[in-house]
Nanobody, 123 residues
């Protein structure tokens, strides 16, 4: 059973940067895609970005492309979400998720979820 634990959220001002981490454990990750989703108050959970563990291909939503970067640390089974040029509309709970469909942007394709970490961007 894959377990995911996020960290790194916080309160920052608009224009700042923040890096989230997601540590994966408890399974074999060679064919797993690890994704980041976010959910703002009153909104549905939306796809942010993802990385395939095998090959390292990355995928992004249009709203974060060019500002956010998903990467992984092969030696430590950790995935990162580097967020630059943050905007108030990026405020949300960010969750790490794992799924077996490569590069999926659909939340129903993800079977494993972390507890989430709050990111708040002030104007």
């Amino acid at each position: 059973q894959v377990q995911l634990v996020e960290s790194g959220g916080g309160l920052v001002q608009a224009g700042a940067s923040l890096r989230l981490s997601c540590v994966a454990s408890g399974g074999t990750f060679s064919r797993l895609t690890l994704g980041w989703f976010r959910q703002a108050p009153g909104m549905e959970r939306e796809f942010v970005g993802a990385i395939s563990w095998f090959g390292g291909s990355t995928y992004y939503s249009d709203s974060v492309k060019g500002r956010f970067t998903v990467s992984r640390d092969d030696g430590k089974t950790t995935v990162f979400l580097q967020m630059n040029s943050l905007k108030p509309e990026d405020t949300a709970v960010y969750s790490c998720a794992g799924g077996w469909r490569k590069g999926s942007t659909t939340r129903s394709d993800y079977d494993y979820w972390g507890q989430g970490t709050q990111v708040t961007v002030s104007s």
